[in-house]
């Protein structure tokens, strides 16, 4: 049967399928979005409830603690981390990769409102959740700076504007405004003063309740006329607030100015931003899962003139950091790579045949090959990102071997002396078996990409859909196009090699090399046993990682002061990091905040993003970390982590440094005690580095003990002793202001001057059921103790997250190697279990299975082999080529100094796709010679091996060429991309090697075993 022969017959038709097939791939490729990696994320919700004023514990206790039991309770959920720090709680919910983030949304709505009854009554911040997952990057950062201004005015414009209008957006899943508040009334109250008009913080507070207020009023209702009623019983300025009377005395009243003032400040004045060492609201934009970055940004960036147009005069807006342009950067880099791989294959292609008509077939197979995988792509909703298009890279290899072996074979029948109508009819029926087997065979290598589990597996089924969808078009197109090409475009005459007399003294070298194996039987088999061996051995105990480390010119820090530093004091350390961090030659920009929120979990903690020049301008990111580490270093008071920023961030949980172990135990002082042990141990480790926890156990308290049984002979209550507190020092918002656009906070304290000093609390009266004042320290007792500032859940237990980078030449399967010995010697309590999260946890469950990806990948090649060749034989003379490639490959990664990583392991799958070709080649030819010639195995396989010795060559030039730029991408994001390169060339170039003389061998040998089982059942 000659599948070719009805499309090299009818020219017109085949050439306008060919463009029926170029227009698809072109317009697919102009509906094909822009992205970094394929939007693949789990559905990760966040909820956050602020309760200002109270502490971790507090928070813990009342808020994180009843929303824990009801998100249990979701279906589907399957990670739950909680940390309640000071004022906040905040919960990242993850759930399976099944479930649809909206009806996900729905239920968490869902449960906080069947946890509202046991939530504390009068939260200012109830309950709310953002689809996001807090530990990605922001896709945009935003700054809002004025010379001219207060920052007062630059808050609100942050808020009021800013925030709202970004959040709306389509892709925007939160808008977080750092180192800002939202405006508010701040009425700082002496309570000395107070208390000589005999008067407390209650009773401003209750005065000020009374007097602000903006509740209905009704309308007049006449024969003819309606009025609308309207009092001015809402309190919208300073001056007013100052001249509201709290209270009579004596018949004269006592206002507000005469015993505090009242500002314009912010909610939180514990909370500053800068950038670039300038004091800045600083706006980060976040994705909602799955979101395209690269749209998402777009309509963010069309929007900006408008927004900035409605600024007040004096604001300035600028994009401090934009993600779209290194993913822009990194696809145009894997596009050029692209165009180089196409040029290259091109080229070796001509170098075998010599003949410019003979080029020109391939050269528009493989382009064609390409371009009509783009319209399938966008039939399957894919994206041209950095995997998609290494997949179409990689491809470019070797999907135009198909081009390669039918053009070959017709030009070997055409420099015989047939016409090359007669011999592209011939050379196709001879040739599409074996086009077909291995097209087929290849496809089945990626069936096990396709069916990996976990993110990791999401990730890359587009990368093994792509190269499935290109290899199959590539088929087609030697079947059809291809054939119909060579019948009408090659000539006789021009059939002269480029090289003639060196590629004929090259194939003869080849014959003669071929006949001393051939004598030497065993010999070939040790050699190959000893491949099986070295490829066994290189596995087993070359370093393993997960993904390659990648430098996108963006570095996190995390700074770290001690649990007891002041916020004062606090502001001129990060300020003295951020500027260390700006004399560095190669940093553009630094921006840096404090304050508890959803990016510092705790008031001794800072964050900076260091934004690094172009990557043609600097050094690489390793070593600006470097010297920027040692840098902050030298600063006394305050310890910064660095981490590099990641396209690929799987987990949901923000740690100071890159790899994250996670510690869980129902008894906190156990888990405390140990984690600092474990944390103290990892330390010493010579393969971890910037060992850091997230516990924050030494933070200072003064503890109040109420003797309630004085407190009762003095009519005080400790519902009186907390309003009492709470009004002087725990930013109490005690009102609202409502606007049209907003709503503004009126918020109690005590004067800045009276929350500095601890012998204050002796000064502060609680107003006793009598109306007496009553001095605290007359029936309480202070003493200071430790406490932690954030308690961290996973699962509704207690856990403690230890962090690590890897020491420099150490890989990642030496550090959780060392972490879990460590873990061993130390004994600890059967209560404490540990496991590893992000990054780590899914190496973990990659290195385990690897083999089973490999063995997997070898099973189905086995079959479908078996199924085509109707043998079960032939299978294991094709599959012997697999080791050869193996350790090439791993040899490669290892000389230049990759670890094993996810990524070489896929290249390694991929090499046994493409170097089974060669024997498939050789062994059609051979069963042919066989069957149609009645020669003996020996002179069949001999001769097959000569005949294909050019289109094996060619095709392997082909697959090298079409990997090599990979291997030498050095672009942004080509850390990612190298592996893959590098293991596809190594591999390569030594089974090519072997293989050449390897599989004839193993073939006599098979059929030896083949005639010995045949002999036995006969």
Not at 171 to 179: F, K, N, S
Not at 185 to 194: E, I, K, M, S, T
Not at 294 to 302: D, F, G, P
Not at 378 to 404: E, H, K, P, R, W
Request: proline residues 5%.
């Amino acid at each position: 049967m000659n599948v070719s022969a009805p499309f090299i017959a009818r020219p017109v038709a085949t050439s306008l399928l060919a463009i029926a097939l170029l227009l698809i791939g072109w317009w697919g490729y102009r509906l094909l979005p822009v992205a970094a990696l394929p939007q693949v994320d789990f559905p990760t919700i966040q909820v956050t409830t602020k309760l200002p004023g109270a502490s971790a514990e507090t928070i813990s206790a009342l808020v994180t603690a009843p929303l824990e039991r009801q998100f249990g309770l979701i279906a589907g959920l399957t990670d739950m981390q909680a940390t309640s720090s000071e004022g906040l709680s905040a919960i990242t919910l993850q759930f399976d990769l099944s479930k649809n983030i909206d009806i996900a949304s729905e239920d968490v709505q869902a449960a906080i409102n069947a946890a509202r009854g046991v939530l504390p009554s009068g939260l200012p911040y109830p309950p709310s959740y953002s689809k996001v997952n807090p530990a990605d990057l922001p896709i945009l950062t935003l700054s809002l700076t004025s010379d001219s201004l207060p920052m007062t005015e630059v808050n609100r414009a942050a808020d009021t504007l800013l925030a709202q209008k970004l959040s709306q957006i389509s892709g925007v899943g939160r808008v977080l405004t750092e180192g800002g508040q939202r405006p508010a009334y701040r009425l700082q109250v002496d309570p000395a003063r107070l208390a000589g008009y005999g008067l407390a913080l209650e009773d401003v507070r209750a005065a000020l309740v009374r007097a602000n207020v903006n509740l209905p009023k009704g309308k007049l209702e006449g024969p003819s006329q309606s009025l609308a009623l309207n009092v001015n019983d809402q309190i919208d300025n300073v001056e007013t607030y100052r001249a509201l009377i709290i209270a009579m005395r004596e018949g004269n009243p006592v206002r507000l100015r005469d015993v505090g003032d009242v500002v314009e400040g912010i909610e939180n004045t514990r909370a500053a931003g800068w950038v670039n060492g300038k004091p800045a609201v600083i706006v980060n934009v976040q994705r909602q899962p799955g979101a395209n970055i690269v749209a998402t940004v777009e309509r963010i960036m069309q929007s900006l003139p408008a927004l900035e147009s409605s600024l007040p005069p004096g604001m300035k807006l600028a994009v401090i950091s934009d993600r779209t342009q290194t993913i822009r950067t990194s696809v145009y880099d894997v596009q050029f790579t692209l165009v180089i791989t196409i040029a290259l294959v091109i080229g070796v292609i001509y170098l075998f045949l010599g003949s410019l008509r003979a080029t020109i077939i391939p050269g528009v197979a493989l382009p064609l090959s390409l371009v009509g995988t783009f319209g399938v792509m966008a039939l399957a909703g894919f994206s041209l990102d950095n995997l998609s298009l290494m997949a179409l890279t990689i491809a470019a290899g070797f999907v135009v071997d198909d081009a390669i072996v039918m053009i070959e074979n017709i030009m070997r029948h055409v420099e015989k002396g047939e016409k090359p109508l007669a011999a592209a009819f011939k050379g196709a029926k001879e040739i599409g078996f074996t086009i077909i087997s291995l097209t087929v065979s290849l496809v089945a290598v990626f069936i096990p990409l396709l069916f990996m589990s976990g993110i990791v597996g999401r990730l890359f089924r587009e990368f093994a859909l792509t190269l499935s969808i290109a290899v199959l078009v590539s088929a087609v197109v030697s079947l059809t196009l291809t054939p119909m090409m060579c019948g009408r475009m090659l000539k006789r005459e021009e059939h002269k090699t480029f090289g003639k007399d060196a590629f004929e003294a090259l194939l003869a070298r080849y014959g003669q090399s071929l006949s001393w194996v051939l004598e030497r039987q065993r010999l070939t088999l040790l050699v190959l046993l000893a491949t099986v061996v070295a490829t066994v051995a290189f596995y087993v105990f070359m370093p393993k990682g997960f993904l390659p480390q990648q430098d996108i010119g963006q570095i996190t820090v995390t700074t770290d002061a001690p649990e007891s530093v002041s916020f004062q004091e606090m502001m001129r350390l990060q300020r003295a990091v951020a500027d260390a961090a700006r004399e560095d030659e190669d940093v553009a920009s630094v921006i840096s905040f404090l304050g508890v929120g959803e990016m510092n979990a705790t008031p001794n903690t800072g964050h900076l993003t260091v934004m690094l020049k172009p990557l043609g301008e600097r050094d690489g990111i390793a070593k600006v970390m470097d010297r920027l580490g040692a840098r902050l270093a030298e600063i006394p008071g305050i310890v910064s982590h660095l981490q590099s920023a990641q396209e690929i961030r799987l987990g949901t949980r923000r740690s100071r440094t890159q790899y994250q172990l996670t510690l869980t135990d129902l008894n906190a002082a156990e888990l405390a005690e140990w984690s600092q042990k474990l944390l103290e141990k990892l330390k010493t480790l010579p393969a971890l580095a910037d060992v850091a926890s997230d516990q924050q156990n030494n933070g200072l308290t003064l503890d109040i003990a109420i003797d309630r049984d004085q407190a009762s002979r003095l009519g005080v209550q400790a519902q009186g002793v907390d309003d009492a507190l709470y009004n002087a020092f725990g930013q109490r918002q005690i009102s609202t202001v409502y606007s049209q656009v907003n709503q503004y906070r009126v918020i109690l304290e005590a004067t800045p001057e009276f929350q500095q000093d601890p012998a204050s609390l002796g000064r502060l009266y609680v107003k006793s059921s009598t109306g007496t004042l009553v001095p605290l320290g007359s029936f309480a007792t202070v003493t200071q103790v430790k406490k932690p500032l954030a308690i961290t859940h996973q699962g509704g237990f207690p856990a403690a997250t230890i962090s690590f980078n890897l020491a420099p030449g150490a890989s990642l399967s030496e550090a959780t190697a060392a972490i879990d010995a460590a873990q061993v010697g130390m004994n600890m309590p059967d209560t404490i279990s540990s496991a590893y999260s992000g990054d780590a946890a899914e190496f973990q469950q990659s290195l385990a299975s690897q083999p089973l990806l490999i063995l997997a990948a070898l099973i189905v090649i086995y079959i479908v082999l078996g199924v085509l060749y109707e043998s079960t034989i032939h299978p294991i003379t094709i599959l012997s080529t697999l080791p050869s490639a193996g350790v090439g490959a791993l040899l490669a990664l290892w000389v230049t100094g990759n670890d094993l990583s996810l990524v070489g392991i896929i290249g390694i799958v991929l090499l046994m796709g493409i170097v089974k070709k060669n024997a498939i080649m050789m062994i059609d030819f051979a069963l042919e010679a066989e069957r149609e010639e009645k020669l003996s195995p020996r002179d069949a396989i001999f001769k097959a091996s000569l005949l294909r010795f050019r289109p094996i060559m060619m095709t392997t030039m082909a697959a090298l060429l079409g990997a090599l730029p990979l291997a030498f991408d050095f672009g942004i994001g080509g850390e990612l991309r190298r592996p893959l390169g590098i293991s596809i060339v190594g591999g390569l170039l030594v089974s090519q090697l072997l293989t050449l003389y390897t599989t004839p061998v193993i073939y006599l040998a098979l059929d030896r075993v083949k005639m010995r089982l045949v002999g036995s059942a006969s």
